[in-house]
């Protein structure tokens, strides 16, 4: 039973962590999802442009350079500039969670050093993770911390779809097996449609496009399949990140030009996708102005990205048993009405009609229906991991509450 006090208490926000690589994201989320909400982001960390631009707890809008800053001194600018919000928990994004993580998890000494010893899952994110909890500790040392893993969301794939074709012994003592991205987001996604579609909890594809990109399979709330493996490297292709190559390119550039696993780690991760192909940028928005200057370069890495985009979706529908519809979300699925359009132009077989006008319109991350009203639904539904988070964690403590 719930006390007064602990009922009052409960209303309080949840303050969201996600520390991305190279970046950081906060959100104060409050129990009353149409309440406002304070956010920031810190990009580029780590470089002499590294900038912090968010809102205070006034709900003012500053900005602030933070030349050089890393994840733990960037969070202790973004927590001072919180001071006196009060939240109730901390959620904190984390990226990979293995086969141990498959919920959200409270945070303490023995999860942490679960979590370390997963690092090599997830090299580039979960030491950024482990840095914003650690700091996030330090300033709220009496606040409840929970871990809210990226993965998580597609514990529910069956064998089929998370066994790679390799020997049982690496899946068994190694956990060797594909584990998906961007759950919170698929999560959120999938549970917007429930309310908004007609067709209600049925077969849904959802396209995450942004620098980071994942396609997942939903049928009644749950992941069926999704396009990541092991690594967040798997998959489409991304803003630097090559998504899906031939297995045998490794022993091939080693071979070749005599390069080291790191080397080819950098290449896969940070020099390749739609920056590879185009020499120009990462930036969706960047290429799609120099594509249409006549550069050749961008031209060619958004054909290849949305050639990538629909024939992952069109794989991935074989793990439903209908289609009711695709949704589009993330930085490059809500804003770039051209991509979708190019999408959607590669999957007739689908019988997906897109309402152009509509798909023009729906632009600036607003939500809304994008099909011309036959076959399957489209929809752009605005990405928020951080809504999520804060979901997972204030029910995680509501289910401990006396």
Known sequence: MHTAGNVNQMLDPILVINCGSSSLKYALVPAEPDAPRLSGLVERLGGVDARLVGTDTRGEAFAEALPGADHRQALATVLTRLEGAAPLAVGHRVVHGGERFVAATRIDDGVLRALDALRELAPLHLP???????????????LPQVAVFDTAFHRTLPPRAYRYALPESLYRRHGIRRYGFHGSNHAHVSRRLVRLSGTGDGGWLIAHLGNGCSACAVWQGESVDTSM????????????????????????????????LARIDRLLYHESGLLGLSGLSHDMRRLEQAAAEHHEGARLAIEVFCYRVAKALAALSCALPRLDGIAFTGGIGEHAAAVRAAVIAQLPHFGVCLDAAANAGTINGREGRIDAGRGPELWVIPAD???????????LLETRQP
């Open 128 to 142: 950024a993770n482990l840095a914003g909890i650690a700091a996030t500790r330090r300033h709220y040392p009496d």
């Open 229 to 260: 493996g092991l690594t967040p490297l798997e998959g489409l292709v991304m803003g630097t990140r090559s998504g899906d190559v031939d297995p045998g390119l490794h022993s091939h550039l080693a071979r070749r030009l005599g390069w080291s």
């Open 385 to 395: 991991e951080e809504a999520q988070i804060a979901a997972e964690t204030r029910r």
